[in-house]
């Protein structure tokens, strides 16, 4: 599962980069390249939200479970 996770965070660093490369050229129609790059912002913050939550349950489990 980790490494699923990886292949995609490096593909969508590689669209990312792509897209803003032709928004810098100043391409015709950029609405492809904005969507791809909300698209991945949005993937990539739901990918370190859950990363946050996985890392955050496994202290709270550690810590000896006071309870409160």
Same mark, same amino acid.
């Given at each position: 599962?980790?490494?699923?996770?990886w =292949?995609? @965070? =490096?593909?969508?660093?590689?669209?990312?980069?792509?897209?803003?490369r032709? =928004?810098?050229?100043?391409?015709?129609?950029?609405?492809?390249? /904005? *969507? =791809?790059?909300? @698209?991945? *912002? @949005?993937v990539?913050?739901?990918?370190?939200e859950?990363? /946050?939550?996985?890392?955050?349950?496994?202290?709270s489990s550690?810590?000896?479970?006071?309870?409160?």
């Amino acid at each position: 599962m980790r490494v699923l996770v990886w =292949i995609l @965070v =490096i593909g969508l660093l590689a669209l990312d980069w792509a897209a803003l490369r032709d =928004i810098a050229k100043g391409e015709e129609d950029l609405w492809a390249e /904005y *969507v =791809i790059v909300a @698209v991945s *912002v @949005v993937v990539l913050a739901r990918l370190l939200e859950m990363e /946050y939550r996985r890392r955050r349950a496994g202290r709270s489990s550690d810590e000896g479970g006071t309870g409160t």
